[in-house]
């Protein structure tokens, strides 16, 4: 399984239920890693997409704690088990954990590559993802040179899990 996310300096990923920046080559990543695939989300990420809808090409599960909720063309899970076990029916490698906070944190110990979009910035935020650079399992696979879109500096990094 695979995270894939956008951080600032400090691994912030959002605020207000609202990504902290849009990065053209950024989101063309994230398409092109994750259509066709199984993404594994939060309500709350669910409903900050455009309109509230579920991806397109992508098989969407969604984890909420809201036993009565309902969302069409999306899977509706209500534990990590249950997430677990309906994502047995698909190969692990077509797996993306793509938000928010809580679902980083609860599905991190099952993930082995993580697909970081570094900016170099801080913002204002109140949503984090947990720090790799800081995490002993964890390990810089790949690094994209620097890239900037206007006066944003980023990288593309890839994490793998130690073995």
Not at 18 to 45: A, C, H, N, W, Y
Not at 121 to 134: E, F, G, S, V
Not at 136 to 146: M, V, Y
Request: net charge negative.
């Amino acid at each position: 399984m695979k995270m894939i996310a956008s951080v600032d300096k400090k691994w912030a990923i959002g605020k207000g239920g609202k990504l902290l920046v849009s990065i053209p080559e950024d989101m063309q990543l994230f398409r092109q890693e994750t259509r066709g695939k199984v993404v594994v989300m939060g309500r709350k990420t669910l409903e900050s997409l455009p309109a509230g809808e579920p991806l397109y090409e992508r098989r969407n599960i969604v984890l909420t704690k809201d036993s009565s909720y309902k969302k069409d063309n999306a899977v509706i899970c209500h534990s990590v088990d249950e997430v677990l076990e309906h994502l047995k029916q698909y190969d692990t490698e077509d797996v993306y954990v793509i938000g928010g906070e809580s679902i980083y944190e609860q599905f991190m110990p099952y993930c082995d590559v993580a697909h970081i979009t570094k900016v170099d910035y801080i913002y204002d935020a109140d949503r984090y993802m947990p720090n790799l650079d800081q995490d002993d399992a964890w390990e810089i696979a790949r690094t994209s040179d620097e890239k900037t879109y206007f006066d944003i500096c980023y990288e593309f990094v890839e994490y793998r899990r130690k073995s």
